[in-house]
């Protein structure tokens, strides 16, 4: 933990050199590759120590497996190699190294690694193999057109900013930021037009990284005072589960689920923050003509916290894997996709047990919540003040029910985790089975209005703002115009 943080910080501060001295006006695409993969090597080493050739081998490997396959099926040998490599890692670090800990945790990173490695071969096939008629909006302005070379594709696996902590980001919206491209695009179509003005001054992040580090500081705070007074093991306790009270038990595991989150806040917004002080991650102005640098954010804290149904919170948590999920398995998968995405969800998160037993409560907790959104919602929403009742409610259940599903994952192994579902007589398990029975699930078309209707984790919106505002640059200089790039924008928002 303390190689983690202080890598970060050194990345912080590299990030500030890597803006100002090796600037896309100043230096050439080909010496930012390089410095940016080599500084993102040199992290990796010297946290992980030699264990950081796992991220070479997995890259290196799938780069090899890419150029020889073939644009038609390079996508599915990249995705079951990067796959099944980080599966064999992660079991190897976790039932012959070290059970429950997190000592020399390589497998980390190259969970990030894996994500990228898949969505760009999933973005390459679209764009070389398939025909534009055949994608989505969005696989369609994602589409890489061209083959990157092995030090684009390095950098892009193994950067500094994103080595340690991600967040996944897309190829396309990488490269356009090594050849800052990234800044006169998005500040042309802020201004409304397609012409791209190259003397305009990129904005600065300044702001928004002295804010996101605010926001670590008082995440990191809050875990180091806060959470060791209210450990989750504590809901499993002999005494605590004997003689609490149902309601003191889960206002118990609402505040310790609650306090475990702040490391998670902690790390992702240092990694989006590191991000944003190289001077990626600008995603254009908002209408009161404000900058806002949450292109590849992983959360929104106040929404996760204020949530009120199951699919709001993960709309908030885990953005950029949310997002990932969805284009490499849900829109893809040609039978039961909300089941196959918390499937390959566990498998990529990795080999303890209870992370399985999470996802597939979650498979069934957000089924059920879906469930009664479709049939009971419409009733409480014509009056603000039944409205707000109705809030209320779901807010506290969506809470009751986050924490509940979640315990596995804190827990990590199979009797602690039973022990707990046993204590509480899995309550929340038959109670979404009922609601299954009692309300129907509505059916949706087939064709393009599936995945509007039942996407179970990711809101339309957030894709539509991700349509707008990333993912649309050209690749090479004869690839596609800006004109076309911009048309494709603003097309994917108009659907």
Known sequence: QVN??????????????FRTYLHSSKT?????????????????????????????IQSGISYYIMIIIGVENMHKYCFVFALGYLTVCQITRVYIFDYGQYSADF?????????????????????????????????????????????EYLSYTCNFMGILAGPLCSYKDYIAFIEGRSYRLQQSEANGKEDTKYEQTDPSPNIAVAQKLLICGLSLLFHMTITQTLPVEYNIDDNFIATASWPVRFFY???????????????????????????????????????????ISNLRIQQIEFSTSFKMFLDNWNIQTALWLKRVCYERATFSPTIQTFILSAIWHGVYPGYYLTFLTGVLMTLAARAIRNNIRHYFVESPAVKLCYDIVTWMTTQAAISYTVVPFVLLSVKPSFTFYSSCYFCLHIASILVLLVFPL??????????????????????EESLLQKNNYPTTNNSFSQKQEVTCRYQALKQ
């Open 4 to 17: 983690f943080v202080v890598c970060q910080l050194f990345a912080l501060l590299a990030a500030v050199w």
């Open 107 to 151: 497998s980390g990173p190259m969970m990030i690694i894996t994500q990228k490695i898949t969505s760009l071969a999933f973005e390459i096939h679209d764009g070389m193999f398939r025909k534009n008629e055949d994608l989505t909006p969005s696989q369609r302005c994602l589409a890489v057109r061209r083959m990157p070379s092995l030090l």
């Open 253 to 295: 595991l609402y505040l310790s689920l609650m306090a475990a989150r702040p490391k998670y806040y902690f790390a992702w917004t240092l990694a989006d923050a590191i991000n944003n002080a190289a001077g990626f991650g600008f995603r254009g102005y908002d209408k009161n003509g404000v900058t806002r640098w949450d292109l």
């Open 442 to 463: 509505k059916r949706t078309q087939k064709g393009s209005k599936k995945h509007e209707s039942v996407q179970p984790v990711w809101s339309r919106k957030l894709e």
């Open 28 to 56: 050439s695409p080909f010496i930012r590759h390089v410095v940016a993969t080599l500084l993102g090597l040199y992290l990796a080493l010297f946290c992980f120590g030699w264990y950081a050739l796992h991220f070479v």
